[in-house]
């Protein structure tokens, strides 16, 4: 597992799819840094597509359902790809399926027949990896990518009655959400600060792989976004499926998060 990010004590706690296509292989534009809890790798630039399917994990009866590509899928560990033209991935495989994030959204794949390797394919897109490269293929361009890093992914285990977990940097911060509640805890600014809060739901967009939640108290107003995008955390590297926005007391926080299923 990737090097966790350090806190105080009492702190522990593609291109794709049938859509995201490449420009061309246009050279790709400068990395984006504006933010500095979540490190977004330099992408093409590609025009954003929606996610396929829209199943959701079933959780609890009392707790939302989320986007299925919010979590593993029932792998054990995410894979991320720097790829040519500029864009990292990130995947995994169980049960016969892949699924890839790009920075546009998130893509389930089946297996196809191939002489050699293991290739995946859904419409136009195909992802045919052999060891540790890999070729992504739609009808407009191909990038050519390796294998980068990998993070074993989270566990109910690991974190008992959570059902998603995110987190960000500078200042450190995190966020669970209860898999039997609409309620969320919050540590902030390095765990200094802890808030327990029930939310509601105000979108819930499976085949976008979007949800946005806010607060259901109103003396304590906040707004939670989560999109199916490869997210990088920003120190570390490791690579989530998740991109997380937190914006809470005229502060936004950033940062990268993964569903965990039971």
């Not at 990737?2 to 522990?12: E, G, K, N």
């Not at 989320?66 to 495989?93: H, K, N």
């Not at 052999?130 to 690991?158: F, I, Y």
Request: some cysteine.
């Amino acid at each position: 597992m990737s090097s966790p990010i350090v806190y105080p004590l009492r702190f522990l706690s593609l291109l794709l799819g049938t859509g995201l296509v490449l420009a061309g292989c246009a050279t790709s534009p400068s990395p984006d840094r504006s933010g500095p809890e979540v490190s977004e790798r330099p992408s093409a630039q590609l025009p954003p597509k929606p996610g396929e399917g829209t199943e959701a994990e079933v959780v609890s009866a009392s707790a939302p359902l989320m986007p299925s590509v919010f979590f593993d899928g029932g792998a054990e560990q995410f894979v991320s790809w720097r790829c040519t033209p500029a864009q990292d991935l990130i995947s995994t495989y169980a049960d016969g399926e892949l699924r890839l994030w790009s920075t546009h959204g998130a893509y389930r794949l089946e297996p196809a027949v191939v002489a050699s390797g293991a290739r995946f394919v859904k419409n136009d897109l195909s992802f045919w990896n052999k060891g540790d490269t890999a070729r992504v293929e739609s009808d407009n361009g191909h990038l050519e990518c390796k294998r980068d890093m990998t993070r074993q992914s989270l566990t109910r285990e690991e974190r008992p009655g959570v059902m998603f977990h995110g987190r960000g940097n500078e200042p450190g911060w995190v966020v669970n959400l209860a898999n039997d509640a609409p309620e969320l805890t919050l540590l902030l600014d390095y765990g200094n600060r802890e808030l327990a809060l029930p939310y509601r739901v105000t979108t819930m967009d499976n085949a976008e792989g979007r949800v946005i939640l806010e607060s259901g108290r109103a003396d304590q107003p906040f707004q939670l976004r989560l999109e199916a995008r490869a997210c990088f955390d920003s120190m570390s590297g490791a690579p989530y499926p998740v991109r997380v926005t937190l914006d809470i007391d005229e502060q936004t926080y950033r940062g990268c998060g993964q569903g965990i299923a039971p």
